[in-house]
């Protein structure tokens, strides 16, 4: 087998787009600490990264406000309070009008940067449909347009 990398992605801490915390050209994880959170679901990869995160930065997690495995939902609720999310900003903004509602917070010390891709055979037959299907992913992942703060 081998991976095919399609896109980096990245997840950080995303607030509604007039949060007090949006008017700082920087945020520290400290300063993103003491905000309230809508986390989320527990043994999740986000979550679990997020928690090993600040314990690797000796910070003491923040207070999470509201805890939930459903985007919609916290998509929502954050988009209302002053409550901050980590997602995929990529995602954020392709559901709904929430890229309009939403920001990314500039935090480099809370941003997780992974790679997104596929696993194909690395030998024997390759169907011509597979090469096709990556083609179409990759042209996807193109047209997403750079992560700007």
Same mark, same amino acid.
């Given at each position: 087998?081998?991976?095919?990398?399609?896109?980096?992605?990245?997840?950080?801490?995303?607030?509604?787009?007039?949060?007090?915390?949006?008017?700082?050209?920087?945020?520290?994880?400290?300063?993103?600490?003491?905000?309230?959170?809508?986390?989320?679901?527990? =043994?999740?990869?986000?979550?679990?990264?997020?928690?090993?995160?600040?314990?690797?930065? =000796?910070?003491?997690?923040?207070?999470?406000?509201?805890?939930?495995?459903?985007?919609?939902?916290?998509?929502?609720?954050?988009?209302?309070?002053?409550?901050?999310?980590?997602?995929?900003?990529?995602?954020?903004?392709?559901?709904?009008?929430?890229?309009?509602?939403?920001?990314?917070?500039?935090?480099?010390?809370?941003?997780?940067?992974?790679?997104?891709?596929?696993?194909?055979?690395?030998?024997?037959?390759?169907?011509?449909?597979?090469?096709?299907?990556?083609?179409?992913?990759?042209?996807?992942?193109?047209?997403?347009?750079?992560?700007?703060?």
């Amino acid at each position: 087998f081998r991976q095919v990398l399609l896109m980096e992605d990245r997840v950080l801490p995303i607030s509604r787009k007039d949060h007090p915390l949006q008017r700082k050209r920087a945020v520290d994880a400290r300063t993103a600490g003491r905000a309230r959170w809508a986390m989320p679901a527990v =043994g999740t990869l986000p979550a679990l990264w997020l928690d090993q995160k600040w314990r690797d930065l =000796g910070v003491a997690p923040p207070e999470c406000a509201v805890r939930s495995g459903s985007l919609p939902t916290l998509l929502r609720i954050v988009a209302e309070t002053d409550l901050l999310m980590f997602q995929s900003w990529a995602t954020v903004k392709r559901n709904n009008d929430y890229g309009k509602l939403l920001r990314p917070l500039r935090c480099d010390d809370l941003t997780w940067k992974h790679g997104i891709g596929a696993t194909v055979r690395d030998s024997g037959h390759v169907s011509p449909a597979i090469d096709r299907l990556l083609e179409a992913l990759r042209a996807a992942a193109v047209s997403e347009a750079p992560l700007r703060i």
